[in-house]
């Protein structure tokens, strides 16, 4: 099976996030997904126009991505600047890219608002965080493709081959 992958851009070494740095994912699939041409990188809130460094941000009110997505929760900067707008563009964008590409599944890092799939912040900006996906991951499982965090690249490959 030779499926895409859609990866989040920090986790392949770019400095996307939003302090300026990168997070990278040292795994032998990795290097193997390179090599067969099946990784499709994308930072998703730099898609949408969002600069790096930025200031963090966290859905409010302890809600998750999917929440964002039927405007019944806005995500909002440390500043307290409301960028529901930029992250619902950035995960359109991510879902784009993925159907574009024939992307089936996606390698997303866990505990951001826009790509985490198992845990987020929950807008309090203290740390706290809870289960729940963020609004790309969200985005993309609602639209078939199955989302992996980083912690479970193993489950992935024993799926993705
Ligand atoms: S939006 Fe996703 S890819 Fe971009 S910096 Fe945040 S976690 Fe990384």
Redesign the pocket.
């Known amino acids: 099976m030779t499926a895409k992958i859609l990866v989040?851009?920090?986790l392949m070494g770019h400095a996307?996030?939003?302090d300026g740095a990168s997070k990278p994912l040292f795994h032998p699939a990795i290097d193997r997904w390179r090599n067969e041409g099946r990784l499709v990188t994308?930072?998703?809130?730099?898609s949408a126009g969002m600069p790096v460094p930025r200031p963090p941000a966290e859905i409010a009110g302890g809600q998750a991505g999917s929440d964002v997505l039927s405007g019944r929760a806005r995500v909002v900067e440390k500043t307290g600047r409301d960028v529901t707008d930029e992250f619902v563009q950035?995960a359109e964008n991510a879902l784009a890219l993925a159907l574009e590409t024939g992307c089936r599944f996606a390698l997303?890092?866990d505990g951001?608002p826009?790509?985490g799939s198992g845990f987020i912040y929950d807008g309090s900006f203290s740390g706290a965080r809870h289960s729940g996906m963020g609004v790309?991951a969200a985005l993309l499982r609602q639209n078939g493709i199955e989302v992996y965090s980083d912690s479970e690249i193993d489950r992935l490959v024993d799926k993705a081959g």
Request: net charge neutral; glycine share 0%.
């Open positions: 989040s851009a920090c996307v996030r939003y994308i930072c998703p809130e730099m950035a997303l890092i951001s826009s790509c790309t």
